[in-house]
């Protein structure tokens, strides 16, 4: 469908070693800058450095992790960080605490930059109604994690989910006990629908747009949306999405069908780690919600490729925005 080692750090230095277990897709650890004395690193990493340190509280979900350990245990030590992660993982809070600030950040920069814009604010970042029928809007979102997952059957064969991938897997489970569930798919569907889709596609695709050929322009920021998730494992499996995500945003004029087929494929996702405890890469034709996923999905997939071949250049586009 659609994480570190942990060993024991020394005594003394138990919040560094902590900071660097609590990276996460919404919060990637930040890079360290060149010194001048260091070779320059290309352009593409400076961006990805700058966007770290912008959208990537990791401080603030490191304080938060410690502060809610210290009031549920009553305790004013700091274990060790295995102990810590196992600790605040099965926490109600550890999810919001690890993908809210980042997700929130990265929707407060957009926010802000599109204000800026010459432009009102809805037309800038597409948030308008789609130029194509709207059976084509449903199809295109139930077509969305049928991307993924027909990438994950070869991708699974070569490589695992990683710990990162696994420890967040946990920490959905843990979080979406019973009611618990909306919560998560609140955090983890609707957030990165707005906030990634506004600054990925509704900000950077549009703007490549300008300078760009639809189709370098849908490349680049599809790498740049699966670079922020930062796991190795993730940035590969996600960048289907990413990629389906952009074409249907370009063919659409309209940010909203990525938005509602991002939702749904986190929702997919999240009901799927909760309730069968799937991993990231997990194609098990036993899985419900992989067949929910095939059912739907590849009819849907089938429908949008005969109709984006038929209309081709002649589906409507939204024009370049300043």
Same mark, same amino acid.
């Given at each position: 469908?659609?994480?570190?080692? @942990?060993?024991?750090? !020394?005594? $003394?230095? @138990?919040?560094?070693?902590l ?23 290309? !352009? ?5 450095? #700058? ?20 009031v549920?245990?009553g305790s ?19 999810? =919001?605490?690890?993908?809210? /600030? ?16 010459p ?13 194509? !029928? ?18 994950? +059957? ?8 990683? #710990? ?8 959905f ?8 569930v909306?919560g998560?798919?609140l955090?983890?569907?609707?957030? /990165?629908?707005?906030a990634?889709?506004?600054l990925?596609?509704g ?12 189709? =370098?322009?849908i ?8 670079g922020f ?14 990629l389906?995500?952009?074409?249907? $945003?370009?063919k659409?004029?309209?940010? *909203? ?9 986190n929702? *997919? ?7 069968e ?15 929910v +996923? ?5 009819p ?6 005969i ?9 409507? @586009? ?5």
């Amino acid at each position: 469908m659609n994480a570190p080692d @942990h060993s024991d750090p !020394p005594a $003394t230095n @138990h919040t560094s070693s902590l900071a660097d277990a609590i990276a996460d897709t919404s919060a990637p650890p930040i890079l360290p800058l060149a010194t001048s004395a260091e070779p320059q690193p290309p !352009p593409p990493v400076v961006v990805m450095q #700058e966007t770290a340190n912008v959208v990537a509280p990791k401080r603030l979900s490191t304080v938060a992790m410690i502060a809610i350990h210290m009031v549920g245990s009553g305790s004013t030590t700091t274990p060790p960080a295995d102990e810590m992660m196992q600790l605040f993982s099965e926490h109600p809070a550890a999810l =919001w605490v690890l993908i809210m /600030p980042g997700q929130l950040a990265i929707l407060v920069v957009t926010a802000l930059a599109t204000i800026l814009s010459p432009e009102k604010f809805a037309p800038r970042l597409g948030i308008q109604k789609p130029t194509w !029928p709207l059976w084509t809007t449903a199809a295109a979102v139930l077509a969305a994690p049928i991307c993924s997952f027909l990438w994950s +059957i070869p991708l699974s064969s070569i490589v695992e989910d990683s #710990e990162h991938l696994n420890s967040l897997n946990q920490i959905f489970s843990n979080a979406g006990q019973g009611f618990g569930v909306i919560g998560v798919i609140l955090c983890v569907g609707l957030l /990165p629908s707005l906030a990634e889709e506004w600054l990925f596609r509704g900000y950077v695709q549009s703007r490549l747009q300008q300078r760009w050929s639809p189709f =370098w322009a849908i490349l680049v920021s599809s790498i740049l949306f699966a670079g922020f998730h930062m796991d190795p494992v993730h940035i590969i499996a996600i960048l289907p999405l990413g990629l389906w995500l952009g074409l249907i $945003t370009y063919k659409s004029g309209s940010l *909203i069908p990525a938005m509602l087929a991002h939702f749904y494929n986190n929702s *997919i996702a999240v009901l799927s780690s909760v309730y069968e405890q799937n991993g990231s890469l997990d194609t098990s034709f036993s899985s419900v919600s992989n067949m929910v +996923i095939l059912a739907l999905g590849i009819p849907a997939f089938i429908v949008m490729v005969i109709y984006l071949f038929v209309n081709g250049k002649s589906a409507i @586009h939204s024009e370049p925005r300043s």
